[in-house]
């Protein structure tokens, strides 16, 4: 089946470091991949995706690729500040039609100190 | 910006109880899900639902589950006999009719169930 791995932390930066954010994926074909974020107390809400191999997702300054050689999308920020400390999700959806679920990892939770 | 709204945000019940989350989805969107979030662990996909039939469902989603869209607007996840288990954070989504999963899906703020 579907798995999205990626590194659990909790991962501490400090404010303007440069954040990489591991996410590696099993699938087949061609998944449509996804990072969402979830700030305390919130739901999720989408922060970017890509749905084929080497397109690239940016939003808010965060960046990923999707790589199909590597069944990875890492998330990539180059400045971050205090606002970003949040749980961030990567998730796929399976190629083709229908309603089907995402498919998540286990969440990185992130912590900027100024 | 249209959102998906949950409600009740809080919920806590008895085991052995019924409850009903209720979502309201975005207005044109054609797809709807349930996931959940045990404390700590992952996002679980639990249902998806489409022209007013289930689509897909997890292991996870069997008999004491239930899913309806009694109205136009509304989308309803029943836990017919809750379980110490079964509390978690339960978020509705949807998207918008297009090309299988490239559509975005919109989640809500979620329904923070506890089991007592």
């Known amino acids: 089946g579907n798995s999205v791995t990626q590194m659990e932390g909790p991962v501490t930066l400090s404010e303007e470091a440069f954040l990489t954010i591991n996410c590696t994926y099993t699938?087949?074909?061609?998944?449509?991949l996804f990072w969402y974020v979830q700030y305390p107390g919130e739901g999720l809400q989408l922060l970017l995706k890509?749905?084929?191999?080497?397109d690239k997702g940016s939003n808010k300054g965060f960046e990923a690729t999707y790589r199909k050689e590597t069944t990875s999308f890492h998330l990539e920020k180059g400045s971050v500040q205090v606002s970003d400390s949040a749980v961030y999700f990567c998730?796929?959806?399976?190629?083709?039609?229908?309603?089907?679920?995402?498919?998540f990892g286990k969440g990185t939770h992130l912590i900027i100190q100024p | 910006e249209p959102e998906v709204t949950q409600t009740p945000s809080h919920q806590v019940t008895q085991m052995g109880q019924e409850v009903i989350l209720r979502c309201v989805p975005i207005?044109?969107?054609?797809?709807f899900y349930w996931y959940r979030q045990i404390l700590g662990q992952k996002v679980e996909f639990l249902v998806s639902?489409?022209?007013?039939?289930?689509s897909e469902k997890s292991e996870i989603f069997d008999d004491q589950f239930s899913v309806e869209r009694p109205d136009g607007s509304n989308f309803t996840l029943k836990i017919r006999s809750t379980k110490l288990e079964d509390s978690a954070m339960y978020f509705c989504?949807?998207?918008?009719w297009g090309s299988g999963g490239q559509e975005t899906q919109y989640f809500g703020p979620g329904t923070r169930l506890l089991v007592l």
């Open positions: 989504a949807s998207r918008p």
């Open positions: 699938a087949t074909g061609y998944p449509s």
């Open positions: 890509a749905t084929k191999a080497d």
């Open positions: 998730a796929l959806t399976p190629s083709g039609g229908g309603a089907d679920g995402l498919t």
């Open positions: 207005s044109n969107h054609l797809y």
């Open positions: 639902f489409y022209n007013n039939e289930i």
